[in-house]
């Protein structure tokens, strides 16, 4: 980078940036056109480094600097729905293999029953692909990140008006804890009709949930909806880093 370029500029990156300069050296051949003998000697020059500082802001920050109220609940509104791009945003599965076969599967009867009636009602959901059913029943009139639907609407289905949520960590996770009604990453007792939130990005914010129906002592098995685009049966190791927790429902 040439020094006038840098002058040109310094005043305007003064605040962030800090020039350098090195010396080092270039190897130039010349050639004696009389005896025809090159010669060549390393040339000391000067190069210029411009180290600059950048700053990162959140977009939420930006957002409520730059916005008026109405632009700024629209935005919250985008931010909430994913724009319809919930893998773009970290919502939803980004496994798109089938569903498996759930016939070795032990279904839990111990302290905590679950609901049997609530796991035939999410099988036949198995299949269903767009989601619309749940993100409608909620009261959006265009598709959201519909994992959070489909688990409040099989639960309204079950007779339980709560928990019911669109966002997984703000509103899902959130009701769970105030409850005592938490269960955290290898835990025990879950049963038929828990939810299970899963952390993709082990970022620490759940951005995916779905419904527990059934485990066998080492492994967790799911219905899920939004996992690519559509409803399937997924397992999960007891101990899988990215599940985050389970929300203990009471039948």
Same mark, same amino acid.
């Given at each position: 980078m040439d020094a006038p370029f840098l002058r040109n500029r310094r005043s305007v990156l003064s605040e962030f940036a800090t020039e350098e300069v090195e010396i080092r050296y270039r190897t130039e051949t010349n050639i004696d056109q009389e005896i025809g003998e090159t010669t060549s000697e390393k040339v000391p020059y000067e190069y210029y480094i411009l180290n600059v500082e950048l700053m990162n802001k959140p977009i939420s920050s930006l957002a409520e600097e730059l916005l008026i109220p109405e632009q700024l609940e629209i935005f919250r509104v985008y931010m909430e729905t994913s724009e319809n791009k919930p893998l773009i945003f970290g919502g939803g599965s980004?496994?798109?293999?089938?569903?498996?076969?759930?016939?070795?599967?032990?279904?839990?009867?111990?302290?905590?029953?679950?609901?049997?009636?609530?796991? *035939?009602?999410?099988?036949?959901? !198995? $299949?269903? /692909?767009? =989601?619309?059913?749940?993100?409608?029943? &909620?009261?959006?009139?265009?598709?959201?990140?519909?994992?959070?639907?489909?688990?409040?609407?099989?639960?309204?289905?079950?007779?339980?008006?709560e928990p019911k949520f669109a966002a997984c960590q703000s509103q899902g996770v959130s009701w769970f804890p105030s409850r005592g009604q938490w269960g955290a990453r290898g835990y025990e007792n879950i049963a038929p009709g828990d939810a299970t939130f899963f952390n993709w990005d082990l *970022?620490?914010?759940?951005?995916? !949930? $779905?419904? /527990?129906? =059934?485990?066998?002592?080492?492994?967790? &098995?799911?219905?899920?909806?939004?996992?690519?685009?559509?409803?399937?049966?997924?397992?999960?190791?007891?101990?899988?880093?990215?599940i985050k927790g389970y929300g203990l429902i009471n039948w």
């Open positions: 980004p496994y798109t293999y089938a569903s498996e076969d759930l016939s070795g599967v032990q279904f839990v009867n111990g302290t905590r029953p679950g609901n049997t009636a609530l796991v *035939d009602l999410v099988k036949q959901q !198995v $299949g269903d /692909v767009g =989601g619309y059913p749940y993100w409608s029943w &909620y009261g959006f009139n265009f598709c959201i990140k519909w994992c959070t639907c489909f688990v409040s609407w099989c639960y309204n289905q079950a007779g339980v008006s *970022d620490g914010s759940a951005d995916h !949930v $779905g419904i /527990v129906i =059934g485990a066998d002592g080492s492994h967790v &098995y799911t219905v899920e909806s939004n996992s690519g685009d559509a409803c399937k049966i997924k397992s999960y190791d007891l101990n899988y880093q990215c």
